[in-house]
């Protein structure tokens, strides 16, 4: 058990939902987040992104189209309903009182958990028709969930992104990430978080997976900003820099103005990890943070 | 096709996911929920409750444990995650390549999504011991998911409510929901929204269902808050009153300080469907909506 979930727990702060990586959250633990999620908000308002919130949901076939499965089968959450008649609902009642599995009527739904907040966005662009000369800017927010079950707090099973999302040409979207790259170790430091920037590359599924990482690697299509959180030779993604070339334009049909497959790519902000740094640095008690951090995320009103 | 949710739909309030009851939202409705979302607060905010926060998941035992299977299998979504090989992912491919289903591979997790927002806490609850002589009190919110794939807007599959539930004698839940009676339908009128308050049943499922829908109103366990939104003839529950009398008490070991199973009964708001109750009756456009109401919300400042 790591020392800082302990602490957290000791105070309420996340409370075990019984399985790992689920939490209850208090209303300390909440306010910070919305805090910063409100300050991430803030820090991109200037560039005028189109603001859309998502459910925690999304339709099966466009995680499939987006190419999901041939990277992380391992991570996803399908959602699977009860379709059965009432025979089959006193088997299931059966199963359930003798303290059997009782899943087994359960049929796959056309919806599964969102695993990235960025997903269902790429169809709804796709519908709107080609993009305009400037291409497209969103600010978005979902929960995302991810099976991999942990006793770090710092990898919950789900938890919510708010993402920064620029499609258009490649020129646009690598200077939508160097102005990232630049705005995010501000944003860290107006936190008083101690953080470093550096390449990464995805948890790819198998022995083609780290083929996969490598080539993702060498082009340098993923950066991290990672701050030590539970661990200190292992410090935590809490904002990740991602360069999608032309794969999800390609995916969907979404072309520039000027009619080639759009480039995409995407900042994401991981609210539970930033809100779990600052209570690791800061300490639990918010009223007593650096009035600076307090300020900055306006906690001070 | 509902004529609320052609305008909605057209105004880019919400955004189809391409599948029934789950939309993306833009700002101006994400807004106006949380600014309901708070109101509900506000409401409950002088009895002091414990404020709490819930992911979209729960564990799979903990809604088994409260008897949910026996009344809505239905409704209830689980979620599975692929736990094979690489000679397993290959085949999921290949499946996916013809256009086959490819979530026969799927295994049931120890997780589902949550059904109605107060099921995460009895567990929570009685882990903490015997109540206390005045019972507990809780504001809590969660997005809930419920398997109803629907074309009115007001019956989403994955949306939000915000509740207050008590705990303790039969004595103090009473006068818990007899209060919010009141509360409720002042809230309403500060709202300027139309509404009636009637007894209820929940959608229990089969024939067995019959009746215990027959003595849930008998017993008037159930009442709702009504709201015509998207059909005048069949106005929509956009809260609710539910006394459990000591079902969750009896299935949690829940105990009040005299030694007895609990009592619990909870007031619920649906937020989505109160959001879009204001839409219908105050238009699209929420900078034109009646001064009372717009301040009720703290949407002048």
Chains 1, 2 share one sequence.
Not at 195 to 212: E, S
Not at 255 to 281: H, I, K, N, W
Request: net charge negative; hydrophobic share 40%; glycine share 8%.
């Amino acid at each position: 058990m790591s020392t800082l979930l302990d602490q957290l727990m000791a105070e309420g702060l996340l409370i075990s939902s019984g399985v790992d990586g689920v939490f209850l959250r208090s209303i300390r633990f909440e306010s910070v987040l919305e805090a910063v999620a409100a300050l991430v908000g803030r820090t991109g308002a200037a560039d005028s992104p189109e603001v859309l919130c998502f459910p925690p949901a999304m339709p099966q076939a466009a995680l499939v189209r987006s190419g999901y499965l041939k990277s992380f089968p391992q991570l996803l959450g399908t959602i699977h309903c009860f379709c059965g008649d009432e025979a089959g609902h006193r088997r299931l009642l059966r199963c359930v009182e003798e303290n059997e599995p009782w899943t087994d009527q359960q049929e796959p739904s056309d919806l599964l958990l969102t695993p990235a907040a960025c997903y269902p966005l790429y169809p709804t662009v796709a519908r709107r028709g080609q993009l305009p000369e400037n291409g497209g800017l969103y600010d978005i927010r979902s929960w995302c969930f991810r099976h991999e079950p942990s006793l770090d707090p710092a990898r919950m099973q789900t938890f919510q992104i708010r993402e920064f999302v620029r499609i258009g040409s490649s020129e646009q979207v690598l200077v939508f990430r160097q102005l990232w790259f630049e705005r995010a170790q501000e944003f860290a430091s107006s936190l008083a978080v101690p953080c470093i920037v550096d390449v990464a590359n995805d948890p790819f599924f198998g022995r083609p997976g780290r083929l996969m990482a490598d080539s993702q690697r060498e082009q340098k299509l993923k950066y991290e900003l990672l701050i030590a959180i539970d661990n200190e030779a292992k410090p935590t993604a809490c904002m990740s820099f991602n360069y999608h070339l032309n794969h999800f334009g390609e995916a969907w049909n979404i072309e520039t103005a000027d009619g080639a497959p759009a480039f995409s790519g995407c900042v994401g902000f991981g609210l539970e990890r930033l809100t779990l740094a600052l209570f690791r640095y800061h300490g639990l008690d918010v009223a007593g943070w650096p009035e600076r951090v307090r300020h900055t995320l306006r906690l001070d009103a």
